[in-house]
């Protein structure tokens, strides 16, 4: 199923990453807790519809974060992908161990994070190839996938090459099992359902046989 | 807008229901939040299982859900004081339950409960009564016992200051419990001397931060337990 | 043994209260962090020598427990015997997960307790008689013993109603496992070694076989 | 009286021997102590076991002890960063150990070890190839892995203002592992922007109390790793 994807241009079909990102934010209720992952996630902050309040969680240390200051910022306020960030009125800054007993305890709501591959049974891989000579790295993602309530992914559907990153099962080593809730691609949204993954929305100009031929697993329709 | 603010103590415990699991900060009296409680009170709720270092003095304030029978156990770590009546009574009468736990390791306890810590190695009580019946283990040579991480359905405290996020700072020793405890629950109720607007409570001095806090009540003159009992008050 | 002593009017002969707490003050080295039992032990902050400073841990957390206030205090500002104290500058409060830290960690370095028994292999027993009628009640007691680096014991050497409190074996409830290093009683200040009970000093007009008199396990000399 | 301040960075880090385990504050740059790590450096103390987030970046600091050859072991969870150029070349040359943990893991063995727990369970990583050999075990029907506490001979951490007790507050995210660092560490020294008068900090906002400090440097312009980076430099 996979080849068909490396003869077709995937950035002119479906969601750009500031769109996935913002389809991400209608699903943030006013009042929820949000940690986003480094990269794609990150963009949610922008999108989050007005009226709504939502706290920003950086596993660094602050509860609060707000956008990239304007003035450059300072050495001493960054997230946790070590970018410049600011505070927003009400934050709380404390230790790695109380900003884990968040994450670990279940006091987030939402957490947006990459992934390499996400399976149908909701298991994802987001931190090693496995490669054996890469150097591994893991951070706070297997904390944020075992604690936060709900798991989302934002990923492009396929890889850069063209390969399917939403699976039967993961061909990587594993973030965290069972753990992904839904999906944010560039051409769908995609729960993880009991049954698998099931289509919720599809990208304009996108239709179900195409995010099926560009997926390593059944995908079920929003209505089956 | 997140608006944490509940307009009673009334309103505040209305969720609690009967066989709920309740922490309630406070040591002694300090950090007590004694509006809340007399809330629980006038509501009735039965069955419950309490936590707190103590259970009360005199005939308010937590003695007096006790009294009321409203607690049908207690897990604490020091159940008797200089003027607490009620639950050595009941005791000793086989009328309320008690679960004794070394002071150390019910904090521990409990704040693994809000860590998402499920249990815990301690070397607090091996070798004495209150650790028969655990798993001992040793490591390094040396012997621990488990004990387990403890949640709520409802923790009551009591604090200095919020804002409507329900960022908290507290006021000295009657600190105690409760930031632990609003981990710890499910639902953290504070009672709060005063409520003041978002981004007074400096950020790097916020003791509970708000994502512990689901509601917030404005209890600006609270009652003082000892005062209570020296007037020889009682509740309801 | 334990006999002779209740002919005797204990409170004629020996260190007085204030002299033990006096005694053990003597111990504490400056820089000492110290957490002081309710009762005698609380007596011991009045009694350190001038030029030490010692910081004291009260464990419902405060570290720099200051003296008893003289304007009455306030019910928010209390020690662990829920008596009003003060603060004194550069303390700090803290919630009693981490009060409790400090104790487990190893951090504290001198412990005063009260005792209802003490064995010569350094068991302690203060929290309970074991009577199946009592409301059994342990508070910090236990987590002090297993964590503070130095555990020492102030009491009487006997029951009111004379009985030995220096034992072979405890017959109380144990408190924790050899844990106590060094007891100071009216009659005398006695090592808990590898050997048992070692006198280290006698009260004025006290000799050993006083003391051994009214302690149910063998006393060693200082110099034996 | 207590006086906890050391007259040099150099001074700070005397004791610290071959083949000690030290813990570094710091998350990338925010909380580094680099003139800590500098001195250590100059000291040329080999065979350490280093705790760290992270493996620091450019030629200095972290980055540089490691390049010197000073760092046998690193024990963290992200050893890769976007300007750490040392680390991933010593690794792959099998040069440097690595231990690497996840992140909430690594804080909370460092305040386990801290706190006396010599083990706890936790969730994260149950399933995954960071919990292969580890003992897995059920509570309430769910897995855990247990972990161990971490302590370490010498913390060396970095802070906004500090009094001679010891009392630490820090600067925004700089926080991060330093105060549970200062807990596990034996002997925790840090590296002071400023140090003020007893009395100046207040009691409600300390965030180490003095009990875990053993040493304090006044640093008072601290350099930025990120600046260093930027221009190129390198230590020594």
């Known amino acids: ?43 949610v902050a922008r999108f989050v519809p007005e009226g709504r309040e939502v706290i920003y969680h950086t596993e660094n240390g602050l509860l609060g974060m707000g956008p990239t200051p304007e003035d450059g910022g300072e050495p001493e306020l960054i997230n946790a992908g070590k970018r410049r960030i600011s505070a927003v009125p009400g934050a709380a800054y404390f230790h790695h161990a109380d900003s884990f007993s968040m994450i670990r305890g279940g006091h987030l709501d939402i957490c947006v994070l990459g992934a390499m591959q996400v399976a149908e049974n909701g298991d994802l891989a987001n931190w090693s ?18 604690g936060v309530k709900t798991i989302c992914v934002i990923t492009q559907h396929v890889t850069k090459k063209g390969q399917p990153k939403l699976l039967e099962r993961c061909t990587f080593p594993l973030t965290g099992v069972g753990v992904v809730s839904r999906v944010y691609t560039d051409l769908a949204v995609i729960d993880v359902s009991t049954d698998g993954f099931r289509v919720v929305e599809l990208a304009p100009g996108v239709d179900l046989g195409y995010v099926q031929e560009r997926t390593d697993a059944k995908l079920l329709a929003a209505n089956a | 807008m997140i608006d944490k603010q509940i307009a009673s103590p009334a309103e505040a415990v209305k969720d609690i229901f009967d066989g709920a699991t309740v922490m309630v900060g406070g ?7 004694i509006e809340l409680i007399h809330a629980l009170i006038d509501q009735g709720t039965k069955n419950l299982t309490v936590v707190n270092n103590n259970t009360g003095s005199g005939h308010v304030g937590l ?12 897990i604490c770590s020091f159940p008797r004081t200089a003027n607490s009546l009620v639950f050595p009574e009941l005791y000793q009468a086989g009328e309320i339950e008690l679960e004794l736990v070394p002071q150390g390791t019910l904090a521990e306890r409990i704040r693994a409960g809000g860590a998402g810590i499920p249990a815990f190695y301690t070397p607090s009580s091996v070798g004495t009564p209150l650790a028969e019946g655990k798993e001992i283990r040793q490591f390094n040579g040396q012997d621990y016992v488990m004990e387990f991480g403890l949640t709520a359905d409802f923790a009551l405290i009591k604090c200095r200051q919020a804002d409507r996020l329900g960022n908290l700072v507290y006021n000295k020793t009657a600190r105690n419990f409760a930031p632990i405890m609003a981990m710890a629950g499910h639902r953290t109720i ?39 009992v020296a007037e020889g008050r009682t509740y309801p």
């Open chain 1, 1 to 43: 199923m996979s080849n068909a994807a490396t003869n077709m241009p995937a950035e002119h079909i479906g969601w750009s990453r500031d769109e996935m990102a913002q389809r991400a934010a209608q699903d943030i209720p006013n009042g929820a807790y949000v940690n986003l992952g480094i990269g794609i996630p990150e963009r």
């Open chain 1, 129 to 146: 190839t496995g490669a054996p000579d890469a150097i591994p790295a893991v951070g706070g993602a297997m904390d944020l996938v075992a």
């Open chain 2, 27 to 33: 040591f002694g009296e300090a950090g007590s939040p």
């Open chain 2, 63 to 74: 003695a007096a859900l006790i009294e009321n029978r409203q607690v049908a156990k207690m």
């Open chain 2, 190 to 228: 504070v009672q709060a001397r005063e409520i003041v607007p978002v981004g007074t409570i400096d950020p790097e001095s916020v003791v509970t931060p708000g994502i512990f806090v689901d509601g917030i009540v404005d209890v600006g003159d609270p009652q003082h337990e000892s005062m209570l």
